[in-house]
């Protein structure tokens, strides 16, 4: 099946600094969606991109479907984008989506 | 607008034990799935259901069964619960599999 591998781990940041977070996947995807999960654990969606660049406020994302990666930028972070990020795609076609294990963001006041 | 609502919140189980997490959507959905959440390890697919009628065994279905009782309900049982099922719990949903997905607040099990 599709792996999804997302760098870094952890992440810690000075509130106001920008941040990149990767998303690699193994497979050609047709579907691929970024998560923010906050402190309390609640999962938000952020992004379903499967291919170009979305942005909404100061988060943007871009994948590049060829090159089988996406991105997500966080753009002058404040404490509140604290939590954990996952981007996750279909194990094949038109399948549930298998989840990355995550990146941990901690931005400081 | 409720979304994506599971119950209990929190429950303690003792090994062997039995019980159900409900989860109901008011979107209108046709795929519901049932996720698990531990530590270092991302979610992982439990169950799903592409539509009323149908279910599928995901990555890690052991010990689980489900049910998708009409469109808006899909639950997940334990039949007799084991402390490596300790975890959180998720229900998610969306259009299909294609579309975007929603998910629950999650439900905090802990089998002692």
């Known amino acids: 099946g599709i792996q999804v591998e997302q760098s870094p781990p952890d992440l810690i940041l000075q509130e106001g600094a920008n941040s990149t977070l990767r998303c690699n996947f193994s497979?050609?995807?047709?579907?691929l969606q970024w998560f923010h999960q906050n402190p309390w654990g609640q999962l938000i969606n952020l992004f379903y991109?499967?291919?170009g660049t979305k942005q909404n406020g100061r988060l943007s994302a871009t994948t590049v479907a060829t090159e089988r990666y996406s991105l997500l930028y966080i753009s002058s972070s404040q404490t509140t984008d604290s939590g954990v990020y996952f981007c996750?795609?279909?194990?094949?076609?038109?399948?549930?989506?298998?989840f990355g294990k995550g990146t941990r963001l901690s931005v400081i006041a | 607008n409720a979304g994506v609502t599971q119950t209990p919140k929190f429950q303690v189980l003792k090994t062997g034990q039995s019980m159900t997490l409900q989860c109901a959507q008011d979107?209108?959905?046709?795929?519901m799935y049932w996720y698990r959440q531990d530590p270092g390890m991302g979610l992982r697919l439990i169950y799903y259901?592409?539509?009323?009628?149908?279910?599928d065994k995901g990555e890690v279905p052991n010990g689980y069964n489900v049910s998708r009782l009409n469109k808006r309900e899909f639950s997940l049982r334990l039949e007799s619960a084991a402390p490596s099922q300790t975890s959180v719990y998720f229900c998610?949903?969306?259009?299909?599999?294609?579309?975007?997905?929603?998910f629950g607040e999650g439900s905090w099990l802990t089998v002692v």
């Open positions: 497979d050609s995807v047709n579907n």
């Open positions: 259901s592409a539509s009323e009628g149908t279910t």
């Open positions: 991109i499967p291919s």
């Open positions: 979107m209108n959905h046709n795929s």
């Open positions: 996750a795609a279909p194990n094949s076609g038109n399948t549930p989506l298998v």
């Open positions: 998610a949903s969306s259009t299909g599999y294609g579309n975007t997905i929603y």
